[in-house]
């Protein structure tokens, strides 16, 4: 099944909720980072230990409501060796567990510097007299668009040979995003984004009708999702900016078509640490039940803008 | 001293050739790879150290003659654990000999995601009960600038603490590149780039003149380089495009200031891999040799242009 079949089969079965594994040290549940520090002291281990924790707990709590994560790279990068080991052994967890994985790393770079990037996510490692299939073993990326098509030509080709999937940034969710992607002459820079990706993924469209090259468009400018919504319907949709980046929740009906599909929405800090809005449990113990329970909430918020 | 007036500093001594550590497993000399194979079977592992020691000996060889070298991740990334065990090893070995170091990862994201890429690359780590210095121990890192200005704040932020270095990509030298960073609107994408790194990079201008937040401008595209370079005087500008990509070496004389200064000059794969061009040379042997006297040559072409 090609990779926006398998995200819209997912859709249908748990909703559109992609759960953020971002997980920033000061939020992780003081049990388990305090439980690491005494035990491996002041260390990168420490860290990392507290961050595999977190997620394997959170991964076997969500399994049965939440059908795909979203892992943002910084978070893992920023602690050294071990922290790429906490990706690795995530990414192992996770995918142990049935969930669909999209590495957030926004990666961009020209030629064969793309290809090294593309084939070390997505395929297949090719050196003299042998290959590897790819060390990292996840669903999709997230790139970035500045340098081009020819940017994203190389990830593309690697995703069409291994059913894998892109997500490129077209309409970012933060502030100042419109002062590179608002530029228009006289098309604006985000609507080219949007038609170069439509153009590359046309051949990797699906049974669902969705390509598996997607863009991410944040749901803090509802009118222009609306715009990219009934221009572009085969792309499908990642859209942060939910939670914690206060998008609105009912402008979010212009991400999907009718049939509730063609977006998956990123909720990370809001679930993950949903815990800390209870300044009485500072500890973070059960943090993976309230976890849970506002998964529910978000997949129900999100069914009910179809009722 | 700040990022900027050793960047200026190393010019002045060494040239302005910043060789590019792109290990790209296809040309790796045989007899180090085949080497590492049969010793650790066909592995992440062998690649990695096939890595390690190409990049060893080549710093060796050039520390006396190169001050400055680049990075590029993916070539690392790909090659899993084992190879940002590689990483490691190789900014270490290059800090004990001297060389300022940019990490070519282009990284990019916003608030709290940038800030994580920023302290995780720059500076320092910061938890409950205590904090760490950096685990990648480098002097800059190139970032992408597709989400806008607050997506290079923190980076430049984290950099201004630490005297450490940016290079925010503004005219990559691609073949595609114009489909985005043309637009224009009425001022060009690429040219609004420059103007934020211009503002962003006033309270980090040092002795030399220059601001440690530069810019990525390709030397495919002369005239912008030109363009960039009359009004844009305290821009650091760092320059691919140079070997491989065919860029022109005369015309690199826009891209520096009177002086020489302003601008170092990326040549990755013409240097490392220099001892490819001699086809009976398939095992490269000498390898090392072969770079030395390639760096030696661009240095002296690039002092040509001055004289």
Chains 1, 2 share one sequence.
């Not at 005494?38 to 049965?64: F, I, P």
């Not at 090259?213 to 803090?220: M, P, S």
């Not at 009912?250 to 078509?257: D, E, H, I, R, T």
């Not at 949903?274 to 113990?285: H, K, P, T, V």
Request: with cysteine; hydrophobic share 40%.
């Amino acid at each position: 099944m090609n990779f926006a079949d398998r995200i819209s089969f997912c859709v249908q079965k748990f909703g559109p909720l992609l759960v953020g594994l971002d997980p920033h040290i000061d939020y992780l549940p003081r049990f388990i980072l305090e439980h690491e520090l005494e035990e491996k002291g002041k260390t990168w281990e420490a860290l990392a230990q507290a961050v595999v924790r977190t997620n394997q707990k959170l991964l076997d709590e969500l399994h049965d409501i939440v059908g795909m994560i979203k892992i943002q790279m910084a978070f893992y990068e920023m602690l050294g060796i071990p922290g790429m080991l906490a990706l690795q052994s995530t990414i192992e967890y996770a995918r142990s567990l049935g969930y669909i994985i999209i590495l957030d790393g926004k990666r961009n770079d020209i030629s064969s510097t793309a290809l090294a990037y593309a084939r070390g996510y997505l395929s297949t490692i090719s050196f003299p007299g042998g290959q590897l299939e790819s060390f990292w073993k996840v669903d999709a990326l997230t790139i970035n668009p500045y340098l081009g098509e020819d940017g994203i030509i190389p990830f593309v080709d690697e995703a069409n040979k291994t059913d894998k999937g892109i997500f490129v940034l077209c309409r970012t969710s933060n502030k100042s995003a419109p002062t590179i992607q608002d530029v228009s002459g006289p098309e604006k820079v985000y609507v080219k984004v949007a038609k170069m990706v439509e153009t590359l993924g046309e051949k990797m469209i699906g049974e669902s009708g969705f390509s598996s090259i997607g863009i991410v468009v944040g749901a803090t400018y509802p009118e222009d999702l609306k715009y990219l919504r009934s221009n572009f319907p085969s792309l499908l949709f990642l859209i942060p900016g939910v939670g914690t980046q206060q998008g609105d929740i009912k402008s979010l009906v212009n991400a999907f078509q009718g049939n509730g599909l063609g977006a998956i929405v990123n909720v990370s800090r809001d679930v993950i640490f949903a815990y800390r809005e209870d300044s009485n449990n500072i500890s973070g113990e059960d943090f993976e039940k309230k976890a849970r329970d506002r998964a529910v909430y978000y997949q129900e918020k999100f069914w009910e803008l179809f009722r």
